[in-house]
C-alpha cells in the first residue's frame, strides 16, 4: 500500500511540458507550497529519488534536482543512507514561489476573507474595459506624442547622477532638494505665485494629492461644496474621508458663488472644490468677478477652497488666467496641479501649493503613502525644467492639439450642427457637447461599442436637465477624429430611429 506522502505527490503535484520554467523548478515549487500549507509535515520523509522519478513520471536525474533545489532553500534535509526530510525554514522571511499551476483546490487562493472587514461602495472602481479599436475619453493627452528617444536620453542621464545614492541613503535633514526650487521657480514664473519651496508637495498624481488633501482638511461629516456635475474621482475622494457633500449650480460665469452665499453660508462650510480654470466636466471658465467674490467669501467664513487646475499646460488662445491662489493673501487656497503632461503619464508629477503649515502636515501624510518617492523622477524633470524642454514640449503639443480642436469642431458642424450644443473651449483636451433633443446615453453607448467605438460611462451626463458628453479628443488624431464621428453619428442615428 503506498505511503500517504506518496499519495499527497501524485494529487498535488503537476508537470507543464510546454512552458518554459524547468520541470524540476515546476515540481519543487509545488512541494514548496505543500510544506508551507501544512500538507506534509516537518519531519515527514519523501520518497527516494528512484520511486519519484516513478511517481512523477520524470527522469531521476530530475528528481535528484528536485531534492537539491528543496535542499539549496532550506525544505528538505537530506541524510546519507537515511533519506529526505521535511524541515520548516527558520527564517520566516524565506521566499516562496507561488506555484503557477492550477493543480488542485488546495492551490486555489480563498476568495472571502475569514474575518469581516469595510466594503466602500463609492470607491468602486469606474475603469471598464472594452476590445473596441476606437475610444472616447475624458480629455486624456495622446501618448504617442512621448519624445519617446529623448526621454531614454534624459532618464538614462538622469540614473547616473552620483547624489541620488546619497539623497536615497540621507538620514539627516537637508535643505531644499533642486527639484523643489526648480518646481517654485517655474509656477512662480509661469502662474504667477511667490511661493518657496516650504509650500510646495509633490506627489505621484492630482488624485494622490487631494487625497492627501482631503485627509488634512475633512472630518467626518464636514460640509464639502462641488460643482452641480463635479468630477467623479473628487467625489469619490471627499466620500471616502467622510464629508458630506452638496452641489452649487454651474452657469456661463462658472460656479455660482451667489447662490453658496444664499443657501450654504449658516451651515458652517468645510472647503469648496472648484476647477476654475476650466471647470470638469463642462469646461466653463470660473470668471474673474466670481473668483473674486469666492476670494472674500473664503475669507469671511473661514473656509478653505481647494482650486484643481488639472489642465493649466493646455491653454490654446492668449494665456491661462492666472491661479486664484496666486491672488491669495490671507491663506485659504489650497492649489492643486500636475507637471509634465507632455511626457508618458508615469513621469507626470502631481503637486500641492498651500502655506507652509498645511504643507507640512500634508508631508506626513505622503511619508506614509511614498516614503521611498522617486528621485530619478526627480533628477530628471529638474533638469528639463531649468534647460527649458518641459516649456518647449509644452508649446509644441500645444500646436498639434489645438489642430485637433479645430478638426474636431469643423466635424461636429458637418455631421451634428442641428443636433448638438457646443462652446469652442480656449484651452484643454475636451469639448462639452449638449444634446439640444435628450436621448439615452446608455442606448447611445451600446450601440457606439457595436460599431466599435467605446464610450465610457464617465464621460456621460445625464439626468432630468442634462443631456451632455464631455468628449475627450487630445488622444485621437485628425484620421481618427473622422473616423469617431462618423460611428459617432451613425450610432446617434440608430438610436433616434429605434
Known sequence: MNSPVFDLLVKLVSIDKSIIQPVYVQVAQQ???????????????????????ELLNVHRNTAVAIYDELASQGWVNIIPNKGTFVVVPEDSNVKIKASTQHINQAYEYPKSPGFP??????????????????AISDGKPDLRLHPVHQF???????????????????????????????????????????????????????EMSLYIVSQVLIHPGDLVLVGQLSNYVANMIFQQAGAKIK????????????????????????????????????????????????????????????????????????????????????????????????????????????????????????QLLDTQGDLIQEQMLSELISEGEIYRLKKKNIVTYKQRREVLCSLLNHYFNTILDWQIPSGGLAIWLQFRTPISLVKLAEEAEQLDLFLPKTILYQNKNTCAIRFGFGHLNEEELEIVMKKLKQAYLQVVAA
Open 247 to 366: 452641489t452649487v449650480p454651474v452657469d456661463e460665469e462658472g460656479l455660482d458663488v451667489g447662490f453658496i452665499k444664499e443657501h450654504f453660508v449658516k451651515e458652517n462650510i468645510r472647503c469648496i472644490y472648484v476647477c476654475s480654470n476650466r471647470d470638469y466636466p463642462t469646461t466653463i471658465t470660473l470668471s474673474t468677478k466670481r473668483r473674486l467674490q469666492l476670494l472674500q467669501l473664503a475669507k469671511t467664513c473661514g473656509f478653505a477652497i481647494i482650486e484643481d487646475d488639472f489642465d493649466h499646460d493646455f491653454q490654446f488662445e492668449g494665456s491661462s488666467m492666472l491661479p486664484m491662489a496666486s491672488a491669495d493673501a490671507d491663506g485659504n487656497v489650497i492649489y492643486l496641479g500636475k507637471l509634465g503632461q507632455s511626457l508618458f503619464p508615469s513621469f507626470h508629477t502631481g503637486f500641492v501649493v498651500a502655506p507652509e503649515q498645511v504643507i507640512t502636515e500634508a508631508n506626513n501624510y505622503l
Open 31 to 53: 512541494i514548496m507550497n505543500a510544506i508551507q500549507r501544512g500538507y506534509l509535515e516537518k519531519g515527514s520523509k519523501l520518497p527516494g529519488t528512484r520511486v519519484l522519478s
Open 117 to 134: 472587514f469595510q466594503q466602500s461602495f463609492h470607491l468602486a472602481s469606474t475603469k471598464e474595459e472594452t476590445s473596441s479599436k476606437y
Open 152 to 206: 531614454s536620453r534624459w532618464y538614462s542621464a538622469a540614473m547616473k547622477r552620483k547624489p541620488l545614492i546619497h539623497k536615497w541613503n540621507r538620514t539627516s535633514a537637508l535643505p531644499p532638494s533642486i527639484f523643489s526650487t526648480q518646481l517654485c521657480n517655474y509656477l512662480n514664473v509661469t502662474r504667477g505665485f511667490h511661493i518657496k519651496p516650504s509650500n510646495v508637495l509633490n506627489t505621484r498624481s492630482t
